[in-house]
């Protein structure tokens, strides 16, 4: 597979859309994160249908999905995000999503810096993402990052749960 940026110990490693059900042992390690936003362990063959849950319309290539990947070859975590949506310039980074053993480390900034500046090498103007009100270790984790809040959204049902989302951006310079 195509490496697409380092940051630090992790590789970000494309991966075809046919191929996202390899991140399902992520998803199970990941329960903390599943129980907050859905009210439930992962299903089974959730990740395969992560590509099917991106906005109808997106031109081939748009939705990307990435592996995060330590030296060895493991799975630390993974990226999906769309390029140039909802408009020319903007990229949605819908999951950023790191094991428990990967948290903690300074992981999670090098990996928002990385993608940051492969956005720009790739004409992006501005990065934007939603996170759960509930999720208050993410809000204070993307306002350290300089992510500014935009609006709240929803309540939108996601799996046994209805949440309300913040959704940020960041101006890329």
Not at 21 to 44: H, I, K, N, V, W
Not at 71 to 77: I, S, T
Request: with cysteine; net charge neutral.
């Amino acid at each position: 597979m195509a490496i697409v940026f380092q940051a630090g110990d992790l590789a970000a490693e494309a991966i075809p859309d046919a191929e996202a059900g390899s991140m399902q042992p992520l998803l199970e390690r990941c329960e903390d994160f599943l129980q907050l936003t859905y009210g439930r362990p992962a299903l089974p063959g959730q990740a395969r249908d992560i590509p099917s849950g991106r906005p109808p319309g997106l031109a081939p290539g748009q939705g990307h999905l990435l592996a995060l990947r330590t030296a060895d070859g493991g799975l630390a975590g993974m990226i999906e995000a769309l390029r140039d949506y909802p408009v020319p310039g903007d990229w949605y980074l819908g999951i950023l999503l790191l094991a428990p053993e990967a948290r903690g480390q300074g992981r999670g900034e090098a990996v928002v810096r990385a993608y940051e500046a492969h956005v720009r090498a790739h004409g992006g103007r501005r990065v934007r993402l939603a996170v759960l009100e509930q999720n208050t270790p993410a809000h204070r984790f993307w306002t350290r990052m300089g992510y500014l809040p935009e609006e709240w959204m929803g309540p939108k049902q996601q799996g046994l749960k209805f949440n309300r989302l913040l959704r940020m951006s960041r101006v890329l310079e």
